[in-house]
């Protein structure tokens, strides 16, 4: 059990790190659109590619971040009834669902998208749109994307079972610290109120 926790912690640190930093992703789409609006009013000037790679980025900031929303617990749940049953009767309502319906779909999605998107590498396929991207980047977010979500039910499978086990915390609750924008948010605040070093006289 003890190697399956550790396995269970090196997901949930690749799938934080990928969600720290799939943030990135929507800050570069944001700033694209900027500067295509400007070009577009100050030179009457746009290109479908300035588009296309907006939502490239897009696609891949929400896709590969399904494994850290999952880690976070902040997938859209109804508990009108799950949230009134004894907490090992939650354990194994969420081991259900892994097992029955969030690894079924991954592997489905796995399975009908990896040739596909080794079909657009290869083809080498391309927007219809004019100026438009190449196909494959965009379509490679769905296996990677799939691929970290999966591995992190198998991470949220194995907190469950250790709970029941009686060897880890509630696997049901979400963590009470604070969020990760929070967290940047006061490390910046700190950073501007440090008092700046003496210069060192020569």
Not at 8 to 24: F, P
Not at 45 to 60: H, K, M, P, R
Not at 160 to 184: N, R, S, W, Y
Request: hydrophobic share 50%; proline share 5%.
């Amino acid at each position: 059990m003890q190697a399956l926790l550790k396995l269970s912690r090196a997901i949930d640190w690749l799938n934080a790190t990928v969600g720290r930093y799939a943030i990135w992703l929507i800050f570069a789409a944001t700033v694209i659109s900027a500067v295509n609006a400007t070009i577009r009013k100050l030179f009457n000037y746009s290109s479908n590619g300035f588009l296309e790679v907006q939502w490239y980025l897009f696609a891949w900031s929400f896709l590969i971040a399904a494994g850290y929303t999952l880690l976070k617990r902040e997938h859209v749940r109804i508990d009108v009834l799950n949230a009134h049953f004894p907490k090992k009767v939650q354990v194994w309502v969420q081991i259900f669902g892994l097992v029955f319906f969030l690894a079924p779909v991954c592997i489905t999605v796995l399975y009908l998208v990896i040739p596909m998107t080794l079909q657009m590498y290869a083809s080498g396929e391309m927007s219809n749109n004019p100026g438009g991207l190449i196909r494959w980047p965009v379509w490679l977010a769905l296996p990677v994307g799939f691929s970290l979500l999966l591995v992190q039910g198998v991470s949220e499978l194995i907190k469950c079972i250790a709970f029941l086990k009686g060897l880890g915390p509630d696997p049901t609750e979400k963590t009470t610290g604070p969020t990760d924008e929070q967290a940047l948010i006061d490390a910046l605040r700190n950073q501007s109120t440090k008092p700046s070093a003496p210069a060192q006289a020569h």
